[in-house]
């Protein structure tokens, strides 16, 4: 069952933003967080779009982000997996790391960190290949399976994680692009999670489906949250309050405020934040 309550409260630390405001950040998790960003800074060409962004992402929970159109968060999101990497006018400084280590040091093989970050995107993307090539796929080029009889135990119970296993275990050689929308998100989830990230980014998942196909893939986040670190941009504030353990509300390319979601919900302490929240602005 979906719900946003809150077990414990940890310390609340306020400090002022560059222009003064006071900002809410929670302290860090009591186990060190999976993903951490300090001070990160995106630039499209001369362009600033990410202002000096820090933020503990804590294991094994739901982190949400939200804000208006454009305020960063998916750019952020971006940043996380190095997908800005493909865009030849953007620069980032700050440092993000995953389990410790620097997601941007020289050394670092990118190929190897989006099979530990993976991503689902705003619309569903199936290969235009059968459902169990589809998942089959990353496994294969990373060789996380050795034999055709552990490819198939990888497919079958990568599916059965997403929740979709019973509804196409008699069609697997189909094509992919013959299921609903809500079938084919699932179906992403189910080929992100097929070579075992730590982390898994969704960018906007359930913004093309329809509010039973979007039920399905909140409760799938719920249980797969068992097992995997999620960061979801979404601009759902509904969303957000049901399925988030922490929130942080993006404005203008500055992370405003971040803390636990029953917080940032019920008692903001940004304006910015209590406006966007309230529907003042956004």
């Not at 804000?67 to 971006?78: E, V």
């Not at 509300?249 to 406006?275: A, C, W």
């Amino acid at each position: 069952m979906l719900n946003n309550s809150v077990l414990s409260s940890p310390e609340v630390i306020e400090s002022p933003s560059v222009s003064g405001v006071m900002v809410r950040k929670s302290s860090k998790p009591k186990s060190a967080p999976v993903m951490r960003a300090d001070n990160v800074n995106v630039f499209y060409d001369k362009t600033q779009a990410l202002f000096d962004v820090s933020i503990d992402i804590a294991e094994q929970q739901i982190t949400a982000l939200i804000g208006p159109s454009g305020c960063g968060k998916s750019t952020f999101l971006r940043c996380l997996n190095r997908m800005n990497d493909v865009i030849d006018t953007c620069a980032i400084t700050g440092q993000i790391t995953l389990n410790g280590d620097d997601i941007y040091a020289p050394n670092v093989d990118v190929v190897s960190l989006r099979r530990k970050v993976g991503m689902v995107f705003q619309k569903p993307n199936p290969f235009p290949k059968s459902i169990f090539d589809n998942i089959a796929y990353g496994p294969r080029i990373h060789g996380l399976a050795e034999h055709k009889d552990d490819l198939e135990e990888v497919v079958i119970n990568s599916l059965d994680k997403a929740g979709l296993l019973s509804e196409v275990k008699d069609r697997l050689h189909s094509p992919a692009l013959g299921l609903s929308g809500g079938q084919q998100q699932r179906l992403c989830i189910a080929r992100a999670i097929s070579i075992n990230p730590d982390v898994l980014l969704m960018d906007e998942p359930c913004s093309a489906l329809d509010p039973i196909a979007t039920h399905h893939v909140e409760e799938l986040m719920w249980e797969l949250k068992k097992n995997y670190t999620i960061i979801i941009v979404t601009h759902s504030m509904q969303q957000a309050a049901r399925i988030s353990k922490h929130t942080g509300f993006f404005h203008m390319g500055s992370l405003v405020e971040y803390g636990l979601t029953e917080q940032i919900f019920q008692n903001p302490i940004d304006k910015r934040t209590s406006d966007y929240i309230t529907g003042r602005f956004g």
